[in-house]
């Protein structure tokens, strides 16, 4: 098993909670949520028993339909699965808890009765019909769970040293030189191309081939689209969720939804990307009409850009009309050699590690008054009581007139400027020109 940062969260909530909560972790399909739950199990239990909704029998899904007898219900689940809980020693893990709703209204008395300790994991959670004849517990503490960050993925190279090395030289912000910046470029290069699910890291790992990782990515994306056609028969969450690099390539202020889908309305047009966005497989970034502190509040829900959850599926999925992306695409995009605008690649792996930790994704657009186009902040943070506005740049730093046009607009809202680019940390001015592998520091 890969190690995980998560993992600490899942300590955190064991010793806070002490049974008094369950724990829904959530997130998209195949990102390894069910892997570190049970070694969670395996390392900091007695016993645990894990049951997967997708796998188990009508016998045991039966039993969370009457829940009055406690004790029986207990009793059946170790006949079932062979193994024995011991009071306040032992985890019940709900998997894909989606699948059999009950079991997730069931929350409430389970962790009323204190026996043991419950985690659920899903994806799916929030859509409509998962839910819509159910109490949802209140005693469910929910947290995020992300394919695997960058850090992450050095971990499963054996390369622990970089990351914290990196963040030192970040909080001393001087420049690492041409030579190192090179090799740490090309290194994040190959997590953008190979990416953060599991599945696709240990191909790569066990193989070293590119063709191969390819495979493994398309097969997730196909689970994927199984999965939009059970939300949406209708394959509109499909086509949406198809478009998001053709879409992000346009250069255009919103994701242009009407160019995807032809006379829906509206309101469907905001369910069907609410649902895209519970599945966990898109990242959601809004316009920020007024870029302030509590931007939530004053979030475009009709204008939105749309990311994938992750970059090597992004990167799969730029390249959908083949049967497979050969050996040679990905060389040339791994030594920056590929002859195609790539900011909109740089563009998600951003919106990816900012939403990892924790960050909810905003962007602002405003008129330019002497031409015909917009200036556009790719992303805003929100830090303290200021905001800090990040444009990114697939190569140079010399021309960021969004940022210096947002600066003279907003000057009073801001804590510090980002341009996120491929050179080397270098300071403009007050902009900070950071380079790319640097963003999970922001």
Not at 127 to 138: A, C, T
């Amino acid at each position: 098993m890969f190690k995980r940062k998560i993992y600490s969260k899942l300590l955190d909530w064991k010793n806070e909670s002490n049974g008094n909560t369950a724990l829904l972790i959530e997130g998209a399909r195949r990102i390894g949520k069910s892997t570190v739950v049970e070694e969670f199990g395996k390392k900091e239990y007695e016993s645990y028993i894990l049951i997967d909704f997708a796998t188990a029998s009508k016998t045991v899904k039966e039993l969370f339909e009457d829940i009055s007898d406690l004790d029986y219900l207990f009793l059946q689940l170790q006949l079932q699965y062979k193994v024995d809980l011991h009071e306040r020693k032992s985890l019940i893990i709900f998997d894909e808890v989606q699948l059999c709703p009950l079991a997730r209204q069931a929350i409430k008395s389970l962790v009323k009765d204190h026996r043991y300790d419950y985690i659920e994991t899903g994806s799916l959670v929030s859509i409509k019909q998962n839910v819509k004849d159910i109490l949802i517990p209140s005693e469910e503490r929910k947290i995020s769970m992300y394919p695997m960050d960058y850090e992450e993925f050095l971990w499963a190279l054996g390369d622990i040293s970089t990351v914290p090395l990196l963040k030192k030289v970040f909080d001393s912000k001087k420049p690492l030189g041409d030579q190192m910046n090179r090799k740490l470029l090309r290194d994040f290069r190959l997590y953008m191309l190979v990416g953060g699910m599991p599945q696709a890291v240990n191909e790569y790992i066990q193989t070293n081939n590119f063709r191969k990782v390819d495979m493994v990515k398309r097969d997730i994306l196909s689970l994927y689209e199984d999965d939009f056609k059970k939300i949406d028969p209708t394959g509109k969450i499909s086509l949406i969720f198809d478009a998001i690099p053709a879409q992000l390539n346009k250069n255009a202020s919103r994701y242009q939804i009407s160019s995807v889908l032809e006379g829906d309305r509206a309101d469907r047009t905001l369910e069907l990307i609410a649902q895209l966005k519970d599945s966990r497989t898109a990242l959601v970034a809004y316009h920020a009409n007024d870029p302030n502190t509590g931007m939530s509040n004053n979030k475009d829900l009709a204008k939105y850009k749309l990311f994938l959850c992750d970059t090597g599926l992004f990167v799969t999925l730029m390249f959908k009309d083949k049967d497979f992306t050969e050996n040679i695409i990905y060389e040339k995009l791994l030594n920056d050699k590929l002859s195609a605008n790539l900011g909109y690649l740089y563009e998600n792996v951003v919106a990816q590690l900012l939403a990892a930790n924790g960050n909810e994704l905003f962007y602002h657009t405003f008129m330019n008054v002497s031409s015909r186009h917009n200036y556009e902040i790719d992303f805003l943070l929100s830090r303290k009581n200021k905001v800090c506005p990040i444009e990114i740049k697939s190569s140079g730093y010399k021309a960021h007139a969004s940022l210096d046009a947002f600066t003279q607009k907003f000057s009073d809202r801001i804590l510090w400027r980002y341009l996120v680019y491929t050179k080397d940390f270098f300071k403009d001015e007050d902009i900070i020109c950071l380079p790319v592998y640097m963003v999970p520091f922001l």
